[in-house]
């Protein structure tokens, strides 16, 4: 999607890449980030009339136009980290608290995440008042409009979720955390499917692990729960002659 900070002039392109496999959402998203998946459920309503689209907002990316003081430069950046430096957009210096950040309906895992890597000292795109590499209660953040780059383009990568990690004894994830996981993995899993057609168990669990391991560490058992879920929900069907063999249902 194109969108804009600081004075630029709107270009007619907007475009946004997604998944729709599952239902997600904003609870506080602005005007911008509404109007195009409304047009575009209009779209295949007008179509396809009693189906419904629903957006694997955690999965897209986005080209943002940005005015910084020495220069401008198109930042790369995932759907997440659109949403919140658009909180930012036209606000010259005004601070943004953790807890107003929070308002965006992101999750607390992945939010500390995305504001993180805009953090970071060579893609310091937001100033953190607090020091450290951590996210505290009660931080609070600013546009960094000296920020530069040699880039014209500049991609923002993501950190990796053990920097985030927030001291979770064994294996217990946030409820919020589990679901957005699983969302993940099972649209790795259509997505693999749907290209490859055909694919045993080993592999289709190696290309799972390789597509998530910059999000997190996808374990085998909880690849095989999704696949279950899936073949219930009749997204894949196990081969007669091999239950190790999986075949995408169109």
């Known amino acids: 999607m194109y969108l804009f900070l600081g004075n630029i002039l709107p270009r007619k392109a907007l475009l946004l890449p997604f998944y729709f496999l599952f239902p997600r959402r904003w609870y506080h998203p602005c005007y911008e980030l509404t109007y195009v998946p409304s047009c575009a459920s209009f779209f295949v309503w007008s179509i396809c009339q009693g189906r419904k689209l629903a957006w694997q907002t955690s999965l897209g ?16 950046v995932s759907t997440y980290q659109m949403v919140i430096l658009m909180r930012f957009n036209g606000a010259g210096n005004e601070v943004q608290t953790l807890e107003a950040l929070s308002e965006l309906g992101i999750p607390q895992a992945e939010l500390r995440r995305h504001l ?8 310091k795109i937001l100033k953190k008042e607090s020091k450290g590499k951590g996210i505290e209660v009660g931080d609070k953040f600013t546009f960094n409009e000296d920020f530069t780059s040699k880039l014209k383009r500049v991609k923002v990568p993501l950190v990796s979720a053990k920097e985030t990690s927030v001291g979770l004894v064994g294996d217990e994830l946030p409820a919020g955390v589990e679901e957005d996981r699983r969302h993940l993995v099972e649209a790795a899993i259509v997505r693999i499917m749907k290209a490859r057609k055909v694919l045993n168990h080993n592999e289709l669990i190696a290309e799972v692990t390789r597509q998530l391991h910059q999000r997190f560490n996808a374990v085998p058992a909880f690849i095989k729960k999704r696949v279950e879920s899936l073949i219930e929900r009749e997204y894949l069907e196990r081969d007669k002659d091999d239950r190790r063999v999986y075949t995408y249902l169109a």
């Open 116 to 123: 993180i890597s805009l953090c970071t000292p060579k893609h």
């Open 61 to 76: 990316n986005a080209d943002l136009k940005a005015r910084f003081a020495k220069a401008r430069h198109e930042l790369n």
